[in-house]
Nanobody, 125 residues
């Protein structure tokens, strides 16, 4: 079973950039499809980006396409989310998640099996 821990959140000005990291322990990291999600205050959790186990395919929510980039380094057991051109609508608690490779489901859904605790991103004007 994999455990996930996010880092890299913080306060950034509109138009700025930030890189989130998600470090894994336990399990076999390179087997897991991974995703980033976010939940703004008073709103439901939503999909942000996902990446296949080998990194060959990536998926993005329309709201972040062209501004965010998901990547992974399987040698470092780490998932990344590079965020640029941030705006107030990006303010949220950001989570990383892993999907059980033995039970494949749509990577753009919320159907992930292991979740981190989240890291806060706040974009100020």
């Amino acid at each position: 079973q994999v455990q996930l821990a996010e880092s890299g959140g913080g306060l950034v000005q509109t138009g700025g950039s930030l890189r989130l990291s998600c470090t894994a322990s336990g399990g076999t990291f390179e087997n897991y499809p991974l995703g980033w999600f976010r939940q703004a205050s008073g709103k439901e959790r939503e999909f942000v980006a996902a990446i296949t186990w080998n990194g060959y395919r990536t998926y993005y929510a329309d709201s972040v396409k062209g501004r965010f980039t998901i990547s992974r380094d399987n040698t470092k057991f780490t998932l990344y989310l590079q965020m640029s051109e941030l705006n107030a609508e990006d303010t949220a608690l950001y989570y990383c998640a892993a999907q059980d490779p033995n039970w494949p489901r749509t990577l753009t859904s919320l159907q992930y099996d292991y979740w981190g605790q989240g890291t806060q991103v706040t974009v100020s004007s």
